[in-house]
């Protein structure tokens, strides 16, 4: 397995200067509304696993399926880096996700993060991640 030199290397040359608006804006291209961003282990396995919908009914699909509920802290999609939320979801453990809403409330945009195996599988299950 790579070390963790290595891994923070690499997240930093991809993620520190990608924002959320940035990555929702790739999300708003992408076929289905949806973007994808992995880092993999040596043998293939993915470490990492970033997803951005911008697809209203994806948005539902996914609220329906994992029940998220809102820590009702508003974050700065244009200054708050991915590199950031990997950080956070380290130290935090578990799936995380980061929510944008409209001016009705409703989440416009959705990003869900995995560092974990268990988390990692949960967003592979929902999205039919090719290997």
Known sequence: MRNIEEIAAELAKRWFGKTLEDFRIEAEKA??????????????RRFITLVCIADIDEIARV???????????????NTLSLADLVVRTFLGGELRFESRRDEFGRRSALVLIAAD???????????????
Do not use: H
């Open 31 to 44: 076929p289905g509304g949806v973007a994808f961003e992995s880092v993999r282990a040596q043998d293939g």
């Open 63 to 77: 609220e329906q399926e994992l029940q998220l509920v809102d820590d009702n802290i508003i974050e700065d999609w």
């Open 117 to 131: 195996p268990r988390s990692i599988r949960i967003i592979e299950r929902l999205f039919v991640l090719p290997n």
